[in-house]
């Protein structure tokens, strides 16, 4: 069994910074990918950013260039640091652990509530 735990989620205002941290109860060089998704009522989770073991990374197009996230391989952390935050931004935000980055083997955190306020 794995555990994920995300945190970090916060009421921040518009133009602010957060930083979102997961934890992972084993070696995170036992995922393919890690990623951060998010979910507001009624819609579906998205993908927000990934990355690999080999530090390839992907990013949504509504957050390119103000989320940045980055990996520590000692600590079993993954983390998004959130810039330039947006209304449209708030959403539970997920962390994700996938095995081969299939979505067959994947763990998911418990999820961080982000509000930006306006």
């Known amino acids: 069994q794995v555990n994920i735990v995300d945190s970090g989620g916060d009421l921040v205002q518009s133009g602010g910074s957060l930083r979102l941290s997961c934890e992972a109860s084993r070696s995170i060089y036992s995922f393919y990918v890690m990623g951060w998704y998010r979910q507001v009522p009624g819609k579906q989770r998205e993908l927000v950013a990934t990355i690999t073991t080999d530090d390839t990374i992907k990013y949504s197009d509504s957050v390119k260039g103000r989320f940045i996230i980055s990996r520590d391989n000692a600590k079993n952390m993954v983390y998004l640091q959130m810039n330039s935050l947006k209304p449209e931004d708030t959403a539970v935000y997920y962390c994700?652990?996938?095995?081969?980055?299939?979505?067959?083997?994947?763990?998911w955190g418990q999820g961080t509530r982000v509000t930006v306020s306006s």
């Open positions: 994700n652990a996938d095995s081969e980055g299939l979505g067959i083997d994947d763990y």
